[in-house]
Nanobody, 122 residues
């Protein structure tokens, strides 16, 4: 059993910043990849950023240079620093963890957070 706990979201003005975090607990050997996704009203969920265990980082084009994803050193936590926020960043943000239960069996599963509402006012 794995549980993801997410930070609170918030309402910020355009140009402002917000930091999100997501922490995993439970039967975890390692987290192969963390991902942040978002879903705006009336739109499909989209990938925002990923951070793999091998150090690979990816961002969707619309957030490059404004958002930064990183993994906590010791704890099973991922962060998303969002700067220069725009109204179009308004969405529910979700973290996703690709969890590996055992290095021997290779068994794993994807877990999703419950979602964080981020609203950017113009």
């Amino acid at each position: 059993q794995v549980h993801l706990k997410e930070s609170e979201g918030g309402l910020v003005q355009a140009g402002g910043s917000l930091n999100l975090w997501c922490s995993a607990s439970g039967s975890i050997f390692s987290i192969n990849e963390w991902g942040w996704y978002r879903q705006a009203p009336g739109k499909q969920r989209e990938l925002v950023a990923t951070a793999s265990g091998d150090g690979t980082i990816t961002y969707t084009d619309s957030v490059k240079g404004r958002f930064t994803i990183w993994r906590g050193n010791a704890e099973n936590t991922v962060y998303l620093q969002m700067n220069s926020l725009k109204p179009e960043d308004t969405a529910v943000y979700y973290c996703k963890a690709d969890v590996l239960f055992s290095a021997v069996s290779g068994d794993g599963y994807e877990y999703w957070g419950q979602g964080i509402q981020v609203t950017v006012s113009s």
